[in-house]
C-alpha cells in the first residue's frame, strides 16, 4: 500500500506562486505514473496535470497549460506541481495520486490507485 503525503498547499494572492509536493512512502514510486487533481467547493475532482514514471512525458488540463508545471524526484519519491500566475479560480484541495499499473499518464480518477489526504491551496483576489 503506498502512502502518499501532499504539502506545500497556502494561502496567496492572484498572480503569485505556489509549489506543492507529494512524499510516496515506497521506493516503487518510481515505476508509477502520478497525477495532481484537484476539487473545489461544490464540484467535481478534476485532473490537472501528470507526469510519467520516468519523467520523460507530461499532460496538462488546458485551464492550467502554460501556468502549472508537473515533475518529479525518483531519487526522493517525490512529485511536485509548480503553479505559477495563480488565479482565483484555482482555488481548491489539490490531491497527488499514483497510477500503480501503468507507466503513463492518464486525467481519468478511475486509473489511479492511490490517493494523498489533500492540501489546500486558497488564491485571493
Known amino acids: 500500500q503506498v502512502q502518499l503525503v501532499e504539502s506545500g498547499g497556502g494561502l496567496v494572492q492572484a498572480g503569485g506562486s505556489l509549489r506543492l509536493s507529494c512524499a510516496a512512502s515506497e521506493r516503487t514510486f518510481s515505476n508509477y505514473a502520478m497525477g495532481w487533481f484537484r476539487q473545489a467547493p461544490g464540484k467535481g475532482r478534476e485532473f490537472v496535470g501528470g507526469?510519467?514514471?520516468?519523467?520523460?512525458?507530461?499532460y496538462y488540463a488546458d485551464s492550467v497549460k502554460g501556468r502549472f508545471t508537473v515533475s518529479r524526484d525518483n531519487a526522493k519519491n517525490t512529485v511536485y506541481l509548480q503553479m505559477n500566475s495563480l488565479k482565483p479560480e484555482d482555488t481548491a484541495v489539490y490531491y497527488c495520486a499514483a497510477r500503480a499499473r501503468w507507466r503513463n499518464v492518464s486525467p481519468r480518477l478511475i486509473d489511479y490507485d492511490y490517493w494523498g489526504q489533500g492540501t489546500q491551496v486558497t488564491v485571493s483576489s
Open positions: 507526469i510519467s514514471w520516468n519523467g520523460d512525458n507530461t
